[in-house]
């Protein structure tokens, strides 16, 4: 039995492969021990993560009034619990790592080495209470659909010149770009740097960032854009370099200066990403707006179910009611907290629904798509 439906959803442009991240609201930071000023401290970073994958900035906690409005962040907790790292019996084989963060370099290189982690305090904060100082303080929101990045890394070493650095040669950099990716809440993957890469992109024009050719090569990867970082290292240490991506429309360049490789990756990273989510991201309205999506061709009950979870799971979609099935279309009426412009990309986005709506339908309210089933 066919069905027709309608549909609300938000985040990007074009069509391609974005993926629904989860965990936003979970934050796990290492700690020494289960102390309650390890337990406080504990706490505020993991807030300061939850804050930082939602609305897409790494600096959101400098914000004016943002940290008077987490002062208290018994307010925002909703379970806290503890888990006791692998060999924590053998002080060799601990992590020795406390992180500071900055007012000028925010989620970068300040550590301190006087404290052994020994247990990962794993803390989930209320959906309700964050998205209430979301709205209060009218910070953006990164949607949940997000794009998956391709990420061509090159390095230039005095020893061995100009290379690739790939995940599986360089498990440092790696893990460490892994880390950041996962606080971030962004998918992304490695190209397989094999035989075709090679051909399609030689190291020269990646260090070049010749972006017609950087396009070309990340053509047979299923991902949504791609990020090229490029550095080099100074006689004295220093690590210089530069980030660009392509998403969609989308394009970002910035040069990074940091006091070491893995530093350069950090920073670069987190305002790559930072770049990213400014153009992503909206702010939650204080009036929500009523919108008709219809969807055509919903040819089960299982594409109708799917269908409806797919709209229901965004971030700005506020409610959904089903006012209408004639035949295989599917007519539902969706209130949004947020822009047009970003449902209708989200839904595109998704695969699984493809734009139809009219200049004209679109300024009235109505919007049309056509669902296609797996």
Known sequence: MKRTLILLFALFCSSAIAEQVSGLYNGRVLVADQSEQSRQQGVRQALEQVLIKLTGNSKIMQLPGIQEATANTNNFISSVGYSTLPDSDDD?????????????????????????????????????????????????????????????????????????????????????????????AIPYRWPALDLEDQLALSVNEAWGMREQTIDRASQRYDVDGWALLRFFTTNSG???????????????????????????????????VDSVATHLSYIPQTDTSTLLVQINQVGSYADYRAALEQLQSLKLVQSTHVTAVKADRLFV??????????????????????????????????????????
């Open 92 to 184: 060799s084989a601990t992590t020795v790592l406390t992180t500071t963060i900055s007012n000028n370099s925010p989620l970068t290189s300040e550590t301190d080495v006087d404290t052994v982690a020994r247990f990962a305090l794993q803390v989930s904060f209320s959906t309700q209470a964050v998205d209430q100082l979301l709205h209060w303080a009218q910070l953006p929101v990164l949607p949940v659909e997000r794009p998956r990045l391709l990420f061509w890394i090159v390095r230039d070493d005095a020893g061995s010149g100009r290379q690739f650095i790939n995940d599986h040669d360089f498990p440092d950099f790696s893990q460490h770009l892994e880390q950041i990716m996962h606080d971030r």
């Open 238 to 272: 220093e690590a210089r370099g530069t980030w660009t991506y392509h998403l969609g429309e989308q394009r970002g360049f910035n040069d990074v200066r940091a006091e070491s490789g893995e530093a350069f990756v950090t920073l670069a990273v987190n305002d790559l």
């Open 333 to 374: 009426s969706v209130t949004i907290d947020g822009g047009v412009d970003l449902l209708i990309s989200a839904l595109e986005r998704s695969g699984r629904l493809v734009n139809q709506t009219s200049r004209a339908a679109r300024f009235s309210g109505n919007l049309e798509f056509d669902w296609t089933a797996k």
